[in-house]
C-alpha cells in the first residue's frame, strides 16, 4: 500500500527537482532582463526639475540676495536643466524600491499609488535640499552686504549687525519651510497627473530580452568617479593657471592621470589598477582638506585657507567615492544577477549618480559657500550657473 502511494510521486519529485536546475543552467545565456525604464525616469526628472526651481527662483526673487535676482527666467532654465540628474536619481532611487517592495508589476491601486508617493517624496526631498542650498547662499550674502553696510555706517554697530543677520537667517529659514511645503505639494500634483496621463500605470521596469551586464558596478563606479573627477579638474584648469600656473599644470596633469587610470580599471582590471585608483585620488582629497583647513604652505598665500566651493566638494566626494570603491575591490568583483531583476536598477543609480555629482561639480565653478569674502565674491556668484545658486 505504502508502495503504490510512493510510487507515482517518485517522476514529480525528479522533475520538480529538475526545473530549479534548468532554470539556473538557462540564466547565464539569452533571458529576460528587467531594464531600467529610462523614459519614465527621464520624463518625471525633468518635469519634477522644472517645477520644482520655478519655487526656487520665485523664493529667491521675493527675500534672495539682490545679487541673484536678475534674468530670472533665464536662470530658472539654467539651474533646472543642472538638477535634472539629480532629480533623475532621486526617482530612479523610488522606482528601484517600489520594484523591491511590489514586484515588477504594479497591480492594483494600492501599488500605484504608493510607488507615486515614493516618487514624489524623493524629489521633493530634492528639492528642499535645492531651496535650502539657496537659501544659505544668500543668506551668506546678505551677511557680508550687511558688514560691508555695517563698517560704512556710524548709527548701526556690533549689536545692529548681529541683530540684522539673526533677523536674515530666520527670514530665510521661514522662506524653505515654505517653500519645501510647496514643493512636496507640487510634486504630488505633477506625479498624480503623469500617472493620470498614462492611464493610471507606472512603469518600474523595462521588460527586455539580452544579457545581463558582466561588469561589477564597483567597477564601473570607480570608472565613472575618476572620469568625473578629471572632468571637474579640467573645468578649472584656466582660473588655477591665472591664480598660479603651477595649481594649473597641477591639476592637468592630475586629470590626464585620473582618465587613463579610469581606462585601465575597465580594459584590465586588477590590484594595479586599484593601487593606482587609490594614488591619483587619496592624494588630492587629502591635498584638498589640507587646503581648506589650515592652508596649503605653498603658493600665492601660504598658510591661509582657501574658501569652499561647489566643485571642490564635488571633486573631493567623487575622489572619496573612488578611493572607497578601489578598496572594496581587493575582493573578488561580484558578477552575479540579483533574483529581484534589480541589477539594472543598480547599475543605472550608480551611473545617474555620478552623472549628477559632476554636472553640479561643473555647473557649481566659481560658486563659494564657506570662506572667503561673500561681498567681494557676489559677482562671480551671480555669473556662475550652479543648483547652489538656486
Do not use: K
Not at 498614462?198 to 575618476?226: C, E, N, Q, T
Amino acid at each position: 500500500m505504502a508502495t503504490h502511494f510512493l510510487h507515482p510521486l517518485r517522476p514529480r519529485v525528479a522533475s520538480a527537482e529538475a526545473q530549479p536546475s534548468a532554470r539556473i543552467s538557462s540564466a547565464p545565456s539569452a533571458s529576460p532582463v528587467s531594464g531600467v525604464p529610462w523614459l519614465t525616469v527621464i520624463s518625471l526628472a525633468v518635469v519634477l526639475a522644472f517645477a520644482d526651481g520655478f519655487w526656487v527662483i520665485s523664493l529667491r526673487g521675493a527675500v534672495g540676495a539682490i545679487e541673484r535676482t536678475s534674468e530670472p527666467f533665464a536662470t530658472w532654465v539654467r539651474e533646472s536643466a543642472v538638477m535634472v540628474p539629480v532629480y533623475a536619481l532621486a526617482v530612479l532611487a523610488a522606482l528601484t524600491l517600489a520594484l523591491r517592495r511590489f514586484g515588477s508589476v504594479l497591480r492594483g491601486a494600492r501599488a500605484v499609488v504608493s510607488s507615486a508617493w515614493l516618487v514624489a517624496l524623493a524629489a521633493s526631498v530634492v528639492g528642499a535640499g535645492h531651496l535650502a542650498v539657496s537659501s544659505a547662499v544668500d543668506f551668506r550674502l546678505q551677511s557680508g552686504l550687511i558688514e560691508h553696510m555695517g563698517s560704512m555706517s556710524r548709527t548701526c554697530g556690533a549689536d545692529c549687525i548681529a541683530r540684522l543677520q539673526s533677523d536674515g537667517f530666520w527670514l530665510q529659514a521661514r522662506a524653505t519651510g515654505y517653500g519645501a511645503a510647496l514643493v512636496l505639494l507640487t510634486n504630488v500634483v505633477v506625479v498624480v497627473w503623469m500617472v493620470a496621463m498614462r492611464g493610471g500605470r507606472l512603469r518600474v521596469v523595462s521588460p527586455r530580452r539580452g544579457h545581463a551586464s558582466r561588469v561589477d558596478d564597483r567597477v564601473l563606479g570607480l570608472a565613472g568617479a575618476l572620469v568625473g573627477a578629471a572632468v571637474i579638474h579640467l573645468v578649472v584648469v584656466p582660473e588655477h593657471l591665472a591664480e598660479w600656473a603651477a595649481a594649473g599644470l597641477f591639476f592637468l596633469v592630475l586629470a590626464v592621470a585620473q582618465l587613463v587610470v579610469a581606462g585601465a580599471a575597465l580594459v584590465r582590471p586588477g590590484r594595479l589598477s586599484w593601487l593606482a585608483a587609490v594614488v591619483v585620488s587619496a592624494g588630492p582629497v587629502v591635498l584638498w582638506a589640507v587646503s581648506r583647513t589650515v592652508g596649503l604652505p605653498l603658493g600665492p598665500e601660504p598658510g591661509v585657507p582657501e574658501a569652499l566651493g561647489i566643485a571642490d566638494l564635488a571633486g573631493a566626494l567623487l575622489e572619496t567615492a573612488a578611493v572607497a570603491l578601489a578598496l572594496s575591490l581587493r575582493s573578488r568583483p561580484d558578477r552575479s544577477v540579483d533574483a529581484e531583476g534589480t541589477h539594472t536598477h543598480r547599475t543605472g543609480l550608480v551611473v545617474v549618480a555620478l552623472l549628477a555629482v559632476t554636472v553640479v561639480g561643473v555647473a557649481g565653478n566659481g560658486m563659494l559657500l564657506l570662506g572667503g569674502d561673500p561681498h567681494a565674491a557676489s559677482t562671480a556668484q551671480v555669473e556662475a550657473s550652479s543648483p547652489g545658486q538656486g
